[in-house]
């Protein structure tokens, strides 16, 4: 309770002291933009193939920094990250449609059906096909 209050306290106070100088606060706001551009990138075209390279230029990083820029804000390598994205894509499609489990991989952007396979179990723990049988029952 006593936490609460003093939270509670600080929040209301208005003696605030800033704790950056704005050039953090503008290189916060470069590297949230940077992020957030890659991210809005990946999530609009993840359907398509994605390489390193092109996600680094659209960042202006070299492919070494990009790789360990990405992966120290998404806690995920690059192509964890899209696999991840696509595998949602796919448990979306797997739960609502009628597709077939070789449509459905390659309307989320995967190009080979043993590879998806592989890919989702990973991701998953469970087949597409076993997925989709969960919540058919």
Same mark, same amino acid.
């Given at each position: 309770?006593?936490? &609460?209050? &003093?939270?509670? &306290? ?5 003696? #605030?002291?800033?704790?950056?100088n704005s050039t953090m606060s503008l ?10 551009? #890659?991210?809005?990138? &990946? ?16 960042? =202006? ?23 991840e994205i696509r595998i949602e894509h796919?448990?979306?499609?797997? #739960?609502?449609?009628k597709m077939s489990i070789s449509a459905?991989? #390659?309307?989320?952007?995967?190009? =080979? ?25």
């Amino acid at each position: 309770m006593e936490l &609460i209050q &003093i939270l509670t &306290i600080l929040s209301e106070s208005e003696d #605030v002291q800033e704790l950056s100088n704005s050039t953090m606060s503008l290189q916060n706001e470069v590297d949230s933009a940077r992020i957030n551009g #890659v991210l809005s990138y &990946i999530i609009q075209n993840y359907q398509e193939e994605m390489h390193l390279g092109d996600m680094a230029r659209l960042a =202006n990083m070299s492919e070494s920094a990009f790789s360990r820029y990405f992966k120290k804000r998404t806690r995920r390598t690059f192509s964890q990250f899209i696999t991840e994205i696509r595998i949602e894509h796919a448990c979306k499609l797997l #739960v609502q449609d009628k597709m077939s489990i070789s449509a459905i991989s #390659v309307e989320s952007g995967f190009n =080979n059906l043993s590879n998806f396979n592989r890919q989702f179990k990973m991701v998953k723990q469970t087949t597409p096909l076993a997925y989709r049988s969960s919540f058919t029952q």
